[in-house]
């Protein structure tokens, strides 16, 4: 059984940063696709794709509202998956959730088709 259990939430100013991590155990994640999304307040029904890294070559993926600010990556020896969040803004204000998906493919910023998922961590950002 895959879990995901994601730390580094809190409260920051705009313009600060914060770390994300996603601790991975159950599995061997060669082939895995490790997703952040999140969801707004207000949205509970929609998760908001963020970033993807494929494990087995470390691409990433991002959406433009936070290309160049974020930094996905992961460690293979931790098994652990980062988002580095910088120059946040209080629309950044959201939960944010780990996910992971057992193959790769281009529908990677879909929440639908993957198959795990973290417990949310909560990041807020005042103006």
């Known amino acids: 059984q895959v879990q995901l259990v994601e730390s580094g939430g809190g409260l920051v100013q705009a313009g600060g940063s914060l770390r994300l991590s996603c601790a991975a155990s159950?599995?061997?994640?060669?082939?895995?696709?490790m997703g952040w999304f999140r969801q707004a307040p207000g949205k509970e029904r929609e998760r908001e794709f963020v970033?993807?890294?494929?494990?087995?070559?470390?691409?990433?993926y991002y959406a433009d509202s936070v290309k160049g600010r974020f930094a996905i990556s992961r460690d293979n020896a931790k098994s652990t998956v980062y988002l580095e969040m910088n120059n946040l803004k209080p629309e950044d204000t959201a939960v944010y959730y780990c996910?992971?998906?057992?193959?790769?493919?281009?529908?990677?910023?879909?929440?639908?088709?993957?198959?795990?998922w973290g417990q949310g961590t909560q990041v807020t950002i005042s103006s």
């Open positions: 996910a992971a998906r057992p193959v790769f493919s281009g529908v990677y910023a879909n929440s639908n088709v993957y198959d795990y």
């Open positions: 159950g599995r061997t994640f060669n082939t895995y696709t």
């Open positions: 970033a993807a890294v494929k494990w087995s070559d470390g691409n990433t």
